[in-house]
DNA sequence: TCTGGGGTCCTAGGACCC
DNA sequence: TCTGGGGTCCTAGGACCC
């Protein structure tokens, strides 16, 4: 039997809040982001911004081209937590079957739940409805028998609005549209299909399987199998374990100076730390990431036999692995990162001396790690430098010019 | 006008082991 | 001497999502 799946999406969601705390903002060009001339993206616009072309993920700096007169926001995060969670719990009022695709957006399976909630276009009435008088949001809603297309659904159901597909007909509704309108199918992709003169999901859909596998691996063959409503994943209940950690930040402008950088690898490291251990984790991995003033990016990272999670175990591995790229490329840095991967429990709470001398020895094994695959000379700089950054009051000030003044955080719906 | 931040998953090559 | 074959882990990068 076909099952019957919600995609529920919040439409424009950091301006639609903005706009429920503000109501002089309805109907105007809102963009949300951060400051309109730094070096920020377009996190959200509102619908009569999109009219200038403004879009999701463009410079800041290009929407205040395309649309001057539009009233630029920060955004407010906790805000937007909150307006989320609320959001959430409504819907698990509808089934337990609720998967949470991010702040604004969420799959429903309500199968089976028909006596409770109605049929699934009654329910997503209903969920609108509520979502509409407790939140002051709107919200659209996808109808379909798999994930794939009830997403596809809710997209053309925007804004304010519903949108069902009956069981059966997922093909003829998927044939005509464009490449990208089919989730998970990106520019990349989409560049080489249109040289293969593929430009709907229909030939897409239309394709050998075994060709598109041969040319796209393994996501060309769902691609294919996508194209047609075809789509066996199921609505996951629980929240799931975070498998990865990371803080990362853009300079308002290129740094180059290496005691700074260290600075702000150290405030990164404690961050990611202390979200390791509030969620009772180690990390096994240690990754920093370093982009150049042309926007090249470089990853390294070490993996650890004891897990880490303290700040300075983090901030060793990731001293060291900057170091290891700063000796080959000493360029002005845009953008600098420490992630943690590779994630397993934190062990039972030992005494405080053994929780020391744990702690010890995976700050020493990062720094050995590190040396044994860079070299001897890179990790004597690495330990100058975590010395000095640790040690003095010099970093202090270093690090609050990275950190509140330099870099500006901001996110995305 | 240059291009955010926090994630997930996949790939491909090399190391290493049996 | 010219060379196996499989399995697993690690690393770096890339595509894609909101």
């Known amino acids: 039997m076909a099952r019957s799946i919600l995609h529920v999406d919040l439409d424009a969601f950091f301006v639609s809040a903005e706009q429920a705390r503000e109501p002089s903002l309805r109907g105007k060009a809102v963009i949300v982001g951060g400051n309109p001339d730094g070096r920020g993206v377009v996190a959200t616009a509102s619908y009569e911004a999109r009219v200038f072309g403004v879009r999701s993920g463009m410079p800041l700096r290009t929407a205040k081209r395309l649309a001057p007169d539009a009233t630029f ?140 596998e041969a040319t796209f691996g393994k996501h060309g063959r769902f691609a294919a199998l996508r194209a047609a409503g075809i789509d066996p994943s199921r609505v996951a209940g629980g929240p799931g374990e975070a498998k990865s950690m990371s803080r990362e930040g853009t300079f308002a402008s290129d740094v180059s100076e290496p005691a700074h950088l260290l600075a702000v690898l150290r405030g990164f490291s404690e961050s990611v730390g202390a979200q390791l251990r509030r969620h009772g984790r180690r990390a096994r991995t240690v990754t920093v990431k370093v982009r150049f003033e042309d926007f090249s990016t470089v990853s390294r990272s070490v993996t650890l036999d004891s897990p880490a999670n303290s700040d300075d175990a983090l901030f060793a591995a990731a001293a060291a692995l900057f170091e290891a790229v700063r000796a080959r490329d000493h360029r002005p840095v845009r953008l600098i990162g420490v992630g943690a991967s590779n994630l397993v429990p934190d062990a039972v709470q030992l005494s405080l001396d053994a929780t020391a001398a744990r702690s010890q020895d995976a700050l020493s094994e990062a720094v050995d790690r590190v040396r044994r695959k860079y070299g001897r000379k890179v990790i004597q700089t690495g330990r100058t430098a975590f010395d000095r950054v640790t040690g003095g009051a010099a970093w202090r000030h270093e690090r609050s010019l990275g950190l509140s003044s330099q870099i500006e955080p901001t996110a995305h719906d």
Do not use: N, W
């Not at 739940?113 to 409805?129: D, F, H």
């Not at 059966?168 to 490449?179: I, K, M, V, W």
């Open 73 to 212: 926001v920060r955004g407010d995060f906790d805000l937007y937590a909150d307006l989320s969670r609320h959001f959430h719990a409504i819907l698990r009022d509808y089934s337990p079957l609720v998967e949470s695709g991010g702040l604004d957006e969420a799959y429903i399976d309500v199968t089976g739940c028909e006596a409770i909630v109605g049929t699934p276009s009654e329910a997503a009435a209903s969920i609108r409805r509520r979502v509409r008088v407790e939140l002051d949001l709107p919200v659209s809603v996808g109808i379909a028998a798999t994930k794939v297309v009830a997403k596809v659904a809710s997209d053309r159901a925007k804004p304010d609005g519903v949108c069902e597909v009956p069981a059966g007909t997922e093909a003829a509704f998927l044939a005509p549209l464009p490449l990208r309108d089919l989730p998970l199918l990106g520019p990349s992709m989409e560049a080489r299909l249109v040289q293969l003169g593929v430009t709907t999901l229909g030939q897409l859909a239309a394709l050998p399987a075994a060709s598109l």
